[in-house]
T-cell receptor, first 112, second 110 residues
Framework: GDSVTQMEGPVTLSEEAFLTINCTYT??????LFWYVQYPGEGLQLLLK???ADDKGSNKGFEATYRKETTSFHLEKGSVQVSDSAVYFC???????????WGAGTKLIIKP | NAGVTQTPKFQVLKTGQSMTLQCAQD?????MSWYRQDPGMGLRLIHY???????DQGEVPNGYNVSRSTTEDFPLRLLSAAPSQTSVYFC?????????FGPGTRLTVL
């Protein structure tokens, strides 16, 4: 069945470092791909999304490109801040009913 | 717009007790769902509803009941709490392909 695999955390970086969180997926057809973020003590919120191959989603300095050839949707940010510390979830929607299939989440810790 | 609200924020139960987790949304979304979040396991879908009067099971429905009498409300009932139900519970509503989450309920079952 469809699945999402994320790199295990925690990922610990210094402020202003470059961030990559890897996400790969297995799906039939043409899913939509998402990154959600969960700040401490809060619910998840949509960070960015891409609905077709080669689309780039972006928000708050984060970017991710839908790569069908490598079945990947890696999250990147050029210069992280302490306020980016959170848990990041990659997810896919197979289409049709918009059900989401979730990765396990990657905890990001940014040190000043 | 309050978005998705959940009550309570925290709850401690004894094994065998029952309780209802409340969820409400004011965005007029038809689709609502309940998830549980456990360390290292991401989110797992418990139950969902595609509209008032319609509910269906998700990935981990055992031990939980839901009902959807109105578009706004989607309560989750624990029938007889067990320690395995210790978790953080999130309610979400959806508009097309974007989900909107409540702040969560942290439940501990002793």
């Amino acid at each position: 069945g469809d699945s999402v695999t994320q790199m295990e955390g925690p990922v610990t970086l210094s402020e202003e470092a470059f961030l990559t969180i890897n996400c790969t997926y297995t799906a039939t057809g043409y899913p939509s791909l998402f990154w959600y973020v969960q700040y401490p003590g809060e619910g998840l919120q949509l960070l960015l999304k891409a609905t077709k191959a080669d689309d780039k989603g972006s928000n708050k300095g984060f970017e991710a490109t839908y790569r069908k050839e490598t079945t990947s949707f890696h999250l990147e940010k050029g210069s992280v801040q302490v306020s980016d510390s959170a848990v990041y979830f990659c997810a896919l929607s197979p289409g049709g009913n918009y059900q989401l299939i979730w990765g396990a989440g990657t905890k990001l810790i940014i040190k000043p | 717009n309050a978005g998705v609200t959940q009550t309570p924020k925290f709850q401690v139960l004894k094994t065998g007790q029952s309780m209802t987790l409340q969820c409400a949304q004011d965005m007029n979304h038809e689709y609502m769902s309940w998830y549980r979040q456990d360390p290292g396991m991401g989110l797992r879908l418990i139950h969902y509803s595609v509209g008032a009067g319609i509910t269906d099971q998700g990935e981990v429905p055992n031990g939980y009941n839901v009902s959807r009498s109105t578009t706004e409300d989607f309560p989750l009932r624990l029938l007889s709490a067990a320690p395995s139900q210790t978790s953080v519970y999130f309610c979400a509503s959806r508009a097309r392909d974007t989900q909107y989450f409540g702040p969560g309920t942290r439940l501990t079952v002793l």
